[in-house]
């Protein structure tokens, strides 16, 4: 059986990055997406120094864009041949904020990547095209002052 495939939108750090290194220790490729390039960059060194730089590889992805969510996918095939397993992580939250608190562009950036992002997701061409993909979708909520994927 092939090595399976997983893609893990906002996984550069926190528990999309735990997600990746778990994945790659069970030893299934892995593609992590971040929103700032740096971010994805230094994820793919962290976790290629662990001795799996021929199964992780990553690609820049902000998922409130569907041309981007499509490019993500289209990297994934490109490097290892399948999408088997897509896993929805990225996410913004101001959690402990008061809703009052909360400015109108937070709550924008928490729609596009929480709903919009997940949406782009399953609704995408590529994954429509595909029968044997998984797709799960992490609640993943972090306190922050500022959205990040």
Not at 43 to 48: P, T, Y
Request: glycine fraction near 10%; aromatic fraction near 6%; hydrophobic fraction near 45%.
């Amino acid at each position: 059986m092939a090595t399976q495939t997983v893609v893990i939108t906002g996984s550069t750090q926190g528990l999309g990055f735990g997600y990746a290194r778990e994945f790659l220790a069970r030893g299934l490729n892995v593609v992590v997406s971040g929103r700032d390039p740096g971010k994805v960059a230094v994820a793919v060194d962290r976790l290629a120094a662990g001795g799996a730089a021929d199964r992780v590889s990553g690609c820049v992805c902000d998922v409130a864009d569907l041309a981007a969510v499509e490019a993500l996918w289209a990297h994934a095939v490109s490097r290892f041949g399948s999408v088997d397993i897509w896993l929805n992580n990225a996410g913004y939250a101001r959690t402990g904020a008061r809703f009052a608190d909360i400015t109108p562009e937070q709550i924008e950036s928490m729609v596009r990547a929480n709903v919009i992002g997940s949406m782009n997701a399953v609704s995408s061409k590529s994954a429509k095209s595909s029968a044997t993909q998984k797709f799960w979708s992490v609640p993943s909520v972090r306190a922050s002052t500022s959205p990040r994927a």
